[in-house]
C-alpha cells in the first residue's frame, strides 16, 4: 500500500485502508514476545517460498495433530523470514502514519527498528557472514533470507557489501545458498538495488536469463508461443 501511495499520489486511498492496516499490524505486534521477535505460528502454514526448509512442509501433519487435539511441541521455532517480513511491514506502516497519522508514527518505527536490531543479533551467522533462515540452523542456507533482511534493513551498514555479496554469489564461507524461487525474486532483486547501482546489470541479467528459460521450456507449445511473440522487444 506504501509503495502504491508513494508511486500514484493518491493519499486519499490511505483513509479508505487505513483502519483495516492497522488491525492487520497490531495483530503481529501482539505476537511480538520479549525478544521482540515473533516465532512460528504452529496453527498457520509458515510458508515463504518452495524451496527445501522454507515451504513448511510438515504444516499438514501438525494440522491434522491440532485437530485432534494433541499438543504440540513446547519449544518454539524462530525463522528469519517471517519476522524480516514484519519488521519492514512496521516500516512502511510508519510512513504511512507519518502521512494520515502522525502522532503513531513512532510507535511502529520504534517496533520497526527494535525487530530490526532483535533479528540481526538473533540470526546473523559471523563464520559464515550470512543470515541463517532458522535459529539453531548450522548454516545459512537461502538467498531469499538474505534478501529479506536487506529489504527489512536490518543488515548493518557495515554487512551491506558482505550480504549482498553472497546473494550474487550464490554462497558464503559455509557454502553455497538454495537459489530463489522465481516467484520471490522481487525481494532480492530490490535489495541489491536498494543499495545503490552496482548490481543493476546482475539484476538485468538475471531478469533476461529468467525470461530465455521460461521461452525455452515453452517454445515448442504453439499457444504459449503465441503469447511470447506478441512481447514488443527492445
Request: glycine fraction near 4%; hydrophobic fraction near 40%; include cysteine.
Amino acid at each position: 500500500v506504501w509503495e502504491y501511495v508513494q508511486y500514484s499520489g493518491d493519499y486519499g486511498f490511505l483513509e479508505q485502508v487505513f483502519d483495516v492496516l492497522k488491525k492487520i499490524v497490531d495483530s503481529f505486534a501482539c505476537r511480538i514476545e520479549e525478544n521482540h521477535l515473533i516465532p512460528r505460528l504452529p496453527e498457520y502454514w509458515n510458508f515463504y517460498e518452495w524451496t527445501p526448509e522454507m515451504d513448511d512442509d510438515d504444516f499438514w501433519t501438525r494440522r491434522n495433530r491440532l485437530a485432534a487435539g494433541e499438543e504440540m511441541d513446547a519449544e518454539k521455532v524462530y525463522d528469519a523470514p517471517i519476522n524480516a517480513f514484519v519488521s519492514d511491514a512496521f516500516d512502511c506502516f510508519a510512513e504511512i502514519c507519518r502521512v494520515h497519522k502522525p502522532e503513531m508514527a513512532a510507535i511502529y518505527m520504534q517496533l520497526h527498528e527494535q525487530m530490526n536490531e532483535a533479528i540481526h543479533k538473533t540470526f546473523w551467522d559471523e563464520k559464515s557472514g550470512a543470515y541463517l533462515t532458522s535459529m539453531g540452523d548450522a548454516s545459512p542456507c537461502h538467498i531469499l533470507t538474505q534478501g529479506l533482511m536487506l529489504c527489512a534493513g536490518a543488515v548493518p551498514q557495515e554487512l551491506v557489501d558482505k550480504v549482498s555479496a553472497a546473494i550474487v554469489k550464490g554462497g558464503c564461507k559455509s557454502g553455497s545458498l538454495i537459489p530463489c524461487s522465481v516467484s520471490m525474486t522481487i525481494y532480492v532483486y530490490e535489495a541489491l538495488l536498494k543499495h545503490g547501482n552496482q548490481y543493476k546489470n546482475y539484476v538485468q541479467a538475471e531478469i533476461e536469463q529468467a525470461i530465455a528459460e521460461a521461452m525455452a521450456r515453452t517454445e515448442n507449445d504453439p499457444e504459449t508461443k503465441k503469447l511470447w511473440d506478441k512481447i514488443p522487444r527492445t
